[in-house]
Each structure stands twice: as structure tokens, then as C-alpha cells.
């Protein structure tokens, strides 16, 4: 089998080929499962927790009208700090681990490419 250019994706039965790169359709689903499946869950957190503030706003007096420290009050501290930490600690895990599923993908790879150069050999011999 001719090996296709570095920059064309060829697909053959269930291999993906870029270049170097092989993937399985199986192996690339398995990891874009769990990326859907980490996107949502971060954008249902995202979204809880946005639509919380104005919720407690309207549900608790307390939150917008008790003075904590220095004359913010719960909401306004929430929402001018502790809002961005949040934000940033999401943001930062959720591309740690979408990282981690980037590797996982290429350990895949690299396997199914040594699987695929040891039965080469394999038959060869």
C-alpha cells in the first residue's frame, strides 16, 4: 500500500492515516465521547453557577443587602472576585484535562502504529 502525503487524510477500512499519525474511528470516538462528555458537564457547571447570582439575588435578601467586609456585600464580592477565581480555576482545569485527552488519543496512536509495525514484521518473517 503507497503511503498517501503527510498533508492528505486517507481513510482505509477502519485506520485514519494523516500523515505518520494512525488513528482507529474506534480510538477517535472514544475520545471525542469524552471531550463531549467534559464540555457539557463544565458548561452545565458554567451555566448553574452564572444563573445562581441573579437567582439568589431575587431568592435571598441577605445576599445582596448584608455587609461582609469593608462594605461588599455577599453578592458584590461573589461578583467582583470569588466570580473570576471561578472562572479561571475552570477554565484552567477543564484545559488540563481536555490536554489529557489529547494524550490519551496520541498514546492510542502510537500503540495502534506499533501494532501495526509489529504485524508488517511480523508477516515479513
Not at 492528505?8 to 462528555?37: C, L, N, P
Amino acid at each position: 500500500m503507497a503511503t498517501p502525503p503527510s498533508n492528505e487524510a486517507t481513510m482505509t477500512s477502519t485506520y485514519i492515516r494523516h500523515g505518520d499519525h494512525v488513528d482507529t474511528i474506534e480510538s477517535v470516538d472514544v475520545v471525542f465521547r469524552a471531550q463531549r462528555k467534559l464540555s457539557f458537564t463544565y458548561g452545565a457547571v458554567f451555566f448553574a453557577v452564572t444563573l445562581a447570582v441573579p437567582a439568589m439575588t431575587v431568592a435571598i435578601e441577605g445576599w445582596w443587602e448584608t455587609t461582609i467586609w469593608g462594605g461588599f456585600t455577599a453578592n458584590y464580592l461573589f461578583i467582583s472576585l470569588l466570580y473570576y477565581i471561578f472562572l479561571w480555576t475552570m477554565a484552567w482545569t477543564f484545559s488540563k484535562k481536555a490536554d489529557r485527552l489529547d494524550e490519551d488519543l496520541a498514546k492510542m496512536a502510537d500503540k495502534i502504529t506499533a501494532d501495526a509495525a509489529a504485524a508488517v514484521t511480523g508477516s515479513e518473517g
